[in-house]
T-cell receptor
Framework: DTAVSQTPKYLVTQMGNDKSIKCEQNLGHDTMYWYKQDSKKFLKIMFSYNNKELIINETVPNRFSPKSPDKAHLNLHINSLELGDSAVYFC?????????????FGDGTRLSIL | EDQVTQSPEALRLQEGESSSLNCSYTVSGLRGLFWYRQDPGKGPEFLFTLYSAGEEKEKERLKATLTKKESFLHITAPKPEDSATYLCAVQAGYNTDKLIFGTGTRLQVFP
């Protein structure tokens, strides 16, 4: 059983479009995250939700809007896509906030903007 | 500013040739240091958490150690299946579980 699953795995779209990425975890975790991995493989946090409440919001353009309908899901909606948004987006989850709770990652969504 | 630097950027080893990967960090108030393994096209897979200087953790051919300024991931007698990118991340400060990642070491082990 996949612990953290993301859909779609690949997303190719035109500049200016709006798209969504979905994430679901079946680990029973309370906290979920979105990370962006750029072409140099640098992984950087974007958002974090704990029990459906936003707790981390890094300096991300407001074209990116996360939504958590319940503890097991955290979706990412991106408006007016730009070339610089091309990257791999990873969803992760952990049992709670705190250093003793490692984060577990999905396999990523590769977003390519034409 | 909190920073994590990994070296080398890439490492090629012969099967059985032991080596170490380095992760140096500059953070205020380290709460934990994490090692992850990432295979191509996959997400990072959790390996270890280290909490304080002097701590060591082992898993099969991997051993992670921590000092006040850096962490090492020692790979003993590696096999081709150990080929992957190894990522180091730190959690620093209070009231946050944000992970700050290094850019990784790409390890290739040849038979």
């Amino acid at each position: 059983d996949t612990a953290v699953s993301q859909t779609p795995k690949y997303l190719v779209t035109q500049m200016g479009n709006d798209k969504s990425i979905k994430c679901e975890q079946n680990l029973g975790h309370d906290t979920m995250y979105w990370y962006k991995q750029d072409s140099k493989k640098f992984l950087k946090i974007m958002f974090s939700y704990n029990n459906k409440e936003l707790i981390i919001n890094e300096t991300v353009p407001n074209r990116f809007s996360p939504k958590s309908p319940d503890k097991a899901h955290l979706n990412l909606h991106i408006n007016s896509l730009e070339l610089g948004d091309s990257a791999v987006y990873f969803c992760a989850s952990s049992a709670g906030t705190g250093v003793r709770q490692p984060q577990h990652f999905g396999d990523g969504t590769r977003l390519s903007i034409l | 500013e909190d920073q994590v630097t990994q070296s080398p950027e890439a490492l090629r080893l012969q099967e059985g040739e032991s080596s170490s990967l380095n992760c140096s960090y500059t953070v205020s108030g380290l709460r934990g240091l994490f090692w992850y393994r990432q295979d191509p096209g996959k997400g990072p897979e959790f390996l270890f958490t280290l909490y304080s200087a002097g701590e060591e953790k082992e898993k099969e051919r991997l051993k992670a150690t921590l000092t006040k300024k850096e962490s090492f991931l020692h790979i003993t007698a590696p096999k081709p299946e150990d080929s992957a990118t190894y990522l180091c991340a730190v959690q620093a400060g209070y009231n946050t579980d944000k992970l700050i990642f290094g850019t990784g070491t790409r390890l290739q082990v040849f038979p």
